[in-house]
């Protein structure tokens, strides 16, 4: 996927994709509804990169060079791990170097590895991001918990899909795992939507480590 500037007009399924399944695209910045309509898909949506992206190599070089520096530290910690103890390596990093903080409203992986700060959103696309690095299948999955929007992950650990709410196992320096790899018997999420790929259905039971 490649934006030469401007504005550029795509699909709500497609401005999903993008932002859920490629979080390291961070750059764009957001979309808006306009009133046009295309193909079969409803409202278009035009999706607007940050006004300074044109000049902001230095930032996205200085977000690779983060991202290579953390998958490479944490390879050497998954070393010889299975995909569920990797998804654990994953968890504890984001719960030991971001804070949840609601005052910036960053919904982006840049700000979990650049700024250290982040809401639900921001939390899922890191967790995926770095799940994708350290081969580990992950999804970003949008839906509602207690009747708020939230931001969570689903998880394949061999042919089974589970739930991982990496904001809320981050509840200081070390991840608690109340909230990770559950079935969804106690997973409490009502997910609607997840783009880009087929909703997969979680497991009944909980990952044996879950809790």
Known sequence: MKFDGGERTITRGLASYISNDHPEIYWINGYTITTSYLFWEGNSIAFTPMPSWRNAAKSKTAFTKKVNA??????????????????????DYLAANCSYAFTTYDQTAYGVFMKKKAVCAGYARAYKLLCDRLGVTCICVEGQVNGENHMVNYVRIGKKWYYVDPTWCDQGKTAITNFFLLGRVSSGCTVTYSAGVKMPKLTAKDYPMAR
Do not use: E, Q, T
Request: net charge positive; proline share 0%; aromatic share 0%.
């Open 70 to 91: 953390i998958v490479n530290k944490l390879k050497k910690k998954c070393k010889g791990k299975n995909a569920a103890m990797r998804a654990k390596v994953i968890l």
